[in-house]
């Protein structure tokens, strides 16, 4: 059975750091990506790493302070985020897939974790 579990969020104030991390179990995945989702908008796209890791890609708003990486050995995926600002405030979710040219669209993800919340004061 695959399961995606979340860890890591938290309140912090703009400017600091938060690390999320996500395990997989079940199986190894060809991608795996981190969405959020904020109260009354669309889940949206945040990062995307490749098996190896030597492949990721941002979305705009992130990029420069964000990292995605992931540790095959334990089956882990981690987003590290810095210079936190408050629209950065949602709920991160997990995703893990086969990848592929649409990346960034929800449906491209067949296993999602049930999300970890990050809230970043002004």
């Known amino acids: 059975q695959v399961q995606l579990v979340e860890s890591g969020g938290g309140l912090v104030q703009a400017g600091g750091s938060l690390r999320l991390s996500c395990v997989a179990s079940g199986r190894t995945f060809n991608a795996m990506g981190w969405f959020r989702q904020a109260p009354g908008k669309e889940r949206e796209f945040v990062a995307v790493?490749?098996?190896?890791?030597?492949?990721?890609i941002y979305a705009d708003s992130v990029k420069g302070r964000f990292a995605i990486s992931r540790d095959n050995a334990k089956n882990t995926m981690y987003l590290q985020m810095n210079s936190l600002k408050p629209e950065d405030t949602a709920v991160y979710y997990c995703a893990a897939g086969s990848g592929g040219r649409y990346y960034y669209r929800v449906p491209s993800y067949d296993y999602w974790g049930q999300g970890t919340q990050v809230t970043v004061s002004s």
């Open positions: 790493v490749s098996w190896s890791g030597g492949s990721t």
